[in-house]
């Protein structure tokens, strides 16, 4: 397991060269390809990941700590298998369809104009976080506490408002209306 300290990669294709395990710290990876690579026990502490590619990447106790995801591609990915230890993470203009937060604790998120067809946020506690822009479709919540979230500008979004703890959360008044999905009705405007 090695450490790298400030460490700049750009366009690896880590499928061909060999991906090094250990703690990355204050470390930048640019347009690399890093799709199904066993990340598993890596730490990511205050990193950056810029139109990286990786999808179906096994993260399995993998540690981010104040992780930057800009116009990268994380499709698959189940985050709810990472370090929960002081897990933080943003994500801006990214691809997260298909990917697990399933009961993580991961308040104050930020997620902006990000793609998230069908991901999973069973049990997660997402309080304050904030989906800017985001399209949620077929994104599954259930009993997930998304008290003070803010989903003003995000879109497709449906969730059961008695299955998910929704205080002071924030909708727009046409994103609100999947909130009403459930019971099957049409509301002509």
């Known amino acids: 397991m090695g450490y790298f300290d400030e460490q700049v990669f750009t366009g690896v294709d880590f499928g ?13 990876f ?12 890596d730490t990511f502490d205050n990193c950056e990941f810029i139109g990286c590619d990786l999808s179906l990447c096994k993260i399995d106790h993998t540690a981010f700590k104040e992780v930057d995801f800009k116009d990268c591609k994380l499709m698959g990915l189940h985050f709810s298998d990472c370090n929960a230890f002081l897990l933080t993470f943003r994500f801006t203009d990214c691809i997260l369809d298909f990917s697990s937060f399933f009961k993580l604790k991961i308040k104050q998120s930020k997620f902006t104009n990000c793609k998230m067809e069908k991901v999973d ?4 506690d997402l309080t304050g976080s904030t989906f800017n822009n985001c399209d949620l479709a077929q994104a599954v919540f259930n009993r997930t506490i998304l008290e003070k979230c803010d989903f003003r500008s995000s879109y497709n979004l449906a969730l059961d408002p008695e299955d998910n703890r929704i205080k002071a959360a924030k909708f727009s008044t046409e994103g609100a209306l999947g909130l009403l999905e459930k019971y099957n009705i049409t509301i002509e405007r």
């Open 121 to 124: 946020f069973v049990e997660a």
């Open 16 to 28: 061909k060269e060999e991906w090094q395990k250990g703690e990355y710290v204050d470390s930048k």
């Open 30 to 41: 640019v347009n690399c390809r890093m799709s199904s690579l066993d990340l598993s026990g």
